[in-house]
């Protein structure tokens, strides 16, 4: 078992997820919440987001071939929305006050929106675990691993979540800004990795391979 390679995926789905990011817009959908329910409604907030990512584990790959798409293609599309996010992430309004500033102008606080989407189960994540998971090169074990990552990062978010006033009362809005936007320069890496990984899949150009595979162009056709 390749751990070096594990650590990576499961680095990945930390940085796509962003756990701590999603403190900040639990705490304000659950202001109008009975505080005996918070608990239930994280759970339901991550349950539903676990659904949404599983069903893009099991069913994304089908997608892109019904399609007749190509992994490639896919690649390059997805490292430029990445990309895009994590620029977002960077210089934009960080991730906690953008989702924050959507509910307040939709009124639609609560478990599904923006908890659960795009907070948790945001687009990044969804195309991280198609890439992750390709079915033409990654064995149903390796698929099921990927699986298993994404629920410790599910269950990490979970904890945050049911912890959720105290870490916020130890990091601060501004500690959660910090983090979300290093986590975006982190992002940001991954999505060029994947962009050049999707080049060199479809033959447009020849990409060194670097010294350590990234998660996301692992196993790509060449």
């Not at 390796?142 to 629920?151: E, N, P, S, Y």
Request: net charge negative; hydrophobic share 60%.
């Amino acid at each position: 078992m390749d751990w070096a390679a594990l650590a990576r995926e499961l680095v990945t789905l930390i940085v796509v997820i962003d756990p701590v990011g999603s403190i900040p817009v639990f705490l304000f959908a659950v202001q109008g919440v009975p505080r005996a329910l918070h608990r239930r409604f994280a759970l339901r907030a991550v349950a539903i987001a676990a659904l949404v990512l599983l069903a893009f584990l099991v069913g994304g790959q089908f997608l892109l071939e019904s399609l007749g798409l190509r992994l490639g293609s896919f690649q390059i599309a997805g490292g430029i929305i990445l990309f895009l996010f994590a620029l977002t992430m960077i210089f934009g309004e960080s991730k906690p006050a953008r989702e924050i500033e959507e509910a307040e102008r939709d009124h639609l606080a609560g478990a599904v929106f923006p908890l659960a989407m795009p907070s948790i189960a945001s687009p990044g994540a969804m195309l991280a675990i198609v890439i992750l998971t390709d079915n033409d090169t990654a064995s149903l074990t390796d698929q099921a691993i990927t699986a298993a990552l994404l629920m410790v990062v599910l269950l990490l978010t979970l904890g945050l979540l049911l912890a959720a006033t105290y870490v916020h009362r130890v990091i601060g809005s501004t500690g959660a800004s910090v983090i979300s936007r290093v986590m975006g320069i982190v992002l940001a890496t991954i999505a060029v990795d994947a962009v050049l990984g999707g080049f060199d899949a479809l033959g447009v150009m020849e990409v060194a391979p670097p010294p350590v595979e990234s998660p996301l162009t692992k196993g790509a056709p060449r």
